[in-house]
């Protein structure tokens, strides 16, 4: 995994650890909390050219780990409003890829794709669903090659859209937490927002 700018943000630490519940402890620390990450973010954008947190910051979304895809999401969140519709199609194509941090992606597409919405209804729609819109990003031997073909994991996109989109949240159905996930990193998004520690 080539992390570029990135390569610094895990100090023997789990850094990304934090982005995943983001429970706001922003004191100081040497071990690992959201605060210590966040300021981790600020320094490389702010020691970094645009071209280079571009090109970084989208390497990390191909990967399959999870891991870079939180920094991912972090990091276009606290990017200008211009800057962060770059990343629309790369996200929406990293969730159709398949990624154990659904929830929090589509967090991120909600916050910063003025279209979330009409393609939210598209794929809840019976008619049309996810692997149809699978379609419209990956390519037939990205398609046969996902490696995250689980209805669980389909469930956990579907119940976090259902969440982000107002409509009623499935709870017969084994979602592995998605609809809460989703709940819980908004809210907290949206407290980070009130700090101006993002841009949403």
Not at 83 to 95: P, S
């Amino acid at each position: 995994m080539t992390l570029g700018i990135f390569k610094n943000f895990w100090d023997n630490q789990p850094n990304h650890l934090p982005f995943l519940n983001l429970i706001i402890d922003l004191s100081d620390t040497k071990t690992f909390n959201l605060g210590k990450s966040l300021r981790l973010v600020d320094k490389i954008i702010s020691e970094s050219s645009t071209e280079d947190i571009y090109n970084d910051t989208k390497s990390m979304l191909t990967e399959l780990n999870w891991r870079p895809h939180l920094v991912a999401f972090i990091t276009i969140l606290k990017l200008e409003k211009i800057d962060q519709q770059k990343f629309i199609g790369y996200l929406w194509k990293r969730l159709c890829l398949g990624t154990w941090v659904s929830p929090q992606l589509l967090v991120t597409l909600s916050k910063i794709d003025f279209n979330f919405k009409e393609k939210s209804e598209l794929i809840l729609e019976d008619n049309i669903g996810l692997s149809k819109f699978r379609e419209n990003y990956l390519t037939k031997q990205e398609l046969s090659e996902r490696k995250f073909n689980y209805e669980m994991t389909d469930n956990k996109i579907l119940n976090s859209l259902r969440y982000l989109t107002g409509e009623k949240v499935l709870t017969e159905i084994d979602d592995d937490n998605g609809a809460d996930i989703a709940q819980n990193w908004n809210e907290q998004l949206n407290e980070l927002n009130k700090l101006e520690l993002i841009k949403n």
